[in-house]
């Protein structure tokens, strides 16, 4: 195979989406932010889910500048069923359908179990969750067959990470709902995965770091790094190129899996 043929291939803009709308929450920055571009680079219209609506503006326009009247905005707290399904319901209405689903809205709390307050542990488990769940079935009287969702998971749903209980184990909740899902969608010809990314530098991740860093966000990622064998982090343009794989027809024989995208952590 040639090197040119090649390089085609890896085009982030070869259409895989053409026709397809996707519906992405915690749209507005990180990985969401990412996998809403790169869906719109792929032919997808896109639906900007972001509790922040200036955020979700901002996804929306920088996806305007490349690809116009591709994207719109809403606003919406995924761990509210009347906010999300009137997202849902209007990205729907205004797109005339849905066919991708990306799960992807999170809050960390930091702490271990003796330091996680009850109200951190209610709201991780209410947005990764309950949002999921909540998003999901907000979507499915839009989705048809062929349709994708697509969970985000986490390397601290498959193994213990410092300072994450809350999270981990929200995770790990994700993790099993999505198996679940995927059995219980199938035979309507919806597909169900989830993501399990390793630590991206984000606005999500930057109080994480922190703490690892003793305060200083750099020293955190310094310390980090060497959990990875690759020897980086991840980007959210990573994890957004394996959420494109799996919206499209390239995945669509996979349902039920759960997808490291990890530089290699949980291989150690």
């Known amino acids: 195979m040639s090197q040119g043929h090649d390089a085609e291939r890896s085009r982030p803009d070869r259409g895989r989406l053409d026709g397809r709308v996707a519906l992405v929450t915690g749209a507005g920055s990180g990985i969401g932010q990412a996998a809403a571009m790169r869906f719109a680079a792929e032919g997808a219209s896109v639906a900007v889910v972001d509790i922040r609506p200036e955020l979700a503006a901002l996804t929306t326009m920088m996806i305007d500048k490349e690809h116009e009247g591709r994207a719109l905005a809403f606003s919406a707290d995924v761990g509210s069923a009347i906010e999300i399904q009137t997202a849902v319901d209007l990205a729907a209405a205004e797109f005339g359908r849905l066919d991708v689903v990306y799960n992807n809205a999170g809050t960390m709390d930091l702490g271990a179990v003796a330091d996680t ?146 530089g290699g952590m949980t291989a150690q």
């Not at 169900?192 to 955190?220: H, K, Q, S, W």
């Not at 064998?229 to 996979?254: K, N, Y």
Request: include cysteine; hydrophobic fraction near 45%.
């Open 117 to 262: 307050s009850e109200d951190g542990w209610d709201r991780t488990f209410a947005v990764h969750v309950k949002g999921t769940f909540l998003t999901t079935r907000a979507a499915l009287e839009h989705l048809g067959g062929g349709a994708s969702i697509i969970n985000q998971g986490s390397v601290a749903a498959l193994v213990g990470v410092q300072y994450l209980a809350a999270y981990s184990a929200a995770k790990g909740a994700v993790v099993a709902l999505t198996r679940q899902m995927a059995v219980d969608l199938a035979p309507r010809g919806i597909r169900v995965n989830a993501i399990c990314p390793g630590t991206c530098r984000t606005p999500m991740t930057e109080p994480l770091f922190r703490t690892r860093g003793e305060g200083d966000i750099e020293a955190g990622i310094a310390a980090t790094v060497p959990k990875y064998p690759l020897g980086r982090l991840g980007t959210p343009e990573d994890i957004a190129a394996v959420a494109a794989f799996l919206a499209s027809e390239d995945a669509s024989f996979m349902t039920g899996s759960v997808v490291t995208s990890d």
